[in-house]
Structure formats: structure tokens, C-alpha cells
């Protein structure tokens, strides 16, 4: 059993009444400012997953981790914003949310595609993520 299939199974055991899959997300509006405890906590993040990319890239023999999440530096208020929200909400009802770093083994890694995925279309790597052993979002 692939690991999708075991996401799969999983999911679909959740009683409705604790989630129920088939109701539609509620999109919400663009935020229209980043607070000062937001920006910190970004900077913090985007410092962790550099350290755990680093880590894992520079000591294993057997992995290479990979950027998959968006890393994009836009935060509310930045011209352009508004369309890289109103982007990261389509591809939360389309594909969900994409962890920060994807883990390959070496021999599944495509250097073509390189270290970093985060800003290839879904569509066009859907086959080479799925051979990722490992996804890690980090905060």
C-alpha cells in the first residue's frame, strides 16, 4: 500500500461528524495586514526549514530533501499579495496544502527539478511527488 493510499484510508475513517470531506472549504478574503508576531514567526519558520534542508542535504547519504511548500516573501499589504493568496487558495481546493520540504531517497531524486519545486506547477511534478518518503512542514 503506497503511502496515498494509506492517506487515503485514513481520511475516508474520520466519522463525518468530526469532518466531513464532502462540504466544500470556505475560501477566505486576502488579509489586508501582516502583524509584527506574524512576520517574526515567518522569519523563524523560513530560518527552522533552511536548517532541517540544510541538515538533512548536507549529512545523509541516503535522502535529499527538496522545497516543495510556497516560500514565497509576499505578506499582506505587499503589492501582489492579493493574486499570490487568491493563487495559494486554488491549490489549497485543488491539491491541499504543500509541506515545506519533501524527502526523497537519492535514488528517486530528480536533479532536472533541482532542490527547489515550490514554484512548479502541481500538474507538472504530481507523479514525482508522490515518490517522496517524507513531507515535513516546519514552524
Do not use: C
Amino acid at each position: 500500500m503506497t503511502y496515498l493510499n494509506k492517506i487515503r484510508d485514513l481520511t475516508q475513517s474520520i466519522p463525518r461528524n468530526i469532518v466531513d470531506f464532502s462540504q466544500p472549504r470556505d475560501r477566505t478574503s486576502p488579509p489586508t495586514q501582516a502583524s509584527s508576531n506574524f512576520i517574526t514567526n515567518k522569519e523563524q519558520g523560513d530560518w527552522a526549514e533552511d536548517l532541517i534542508f540544510r541538515a538533512i542535504n548536507e549529512t545523509s547519504s541516503h535522502y535529499v530533501a527538496v522545497k516543495y511548500g510556497k516560500s514565497d516573501d509576499l505578506i499582506a499589504g505587499d503589492k501582489g499579495f492579493d493574486e499570490f493568496y487568491n493563487k495559494f487558495q486554488d491549490e489549497l481546493d485543488t491539491i491541499g496544502k504543500r509541506p515545506d520540504l519533501l524527502v526523497f531517497r537519492k535514488e528517486n531524486f530528480d536533479t532536472k527539478l533541482g532542490y527547489n519545486i515550490s514554484k512548479v506547477e502541481h500538474s507538472i511534478i504530481d507523479n514525482y511527488v508522490k515518490k517522496a518518503v517524507a513531507g515535513l512542514e516546519i514552524r
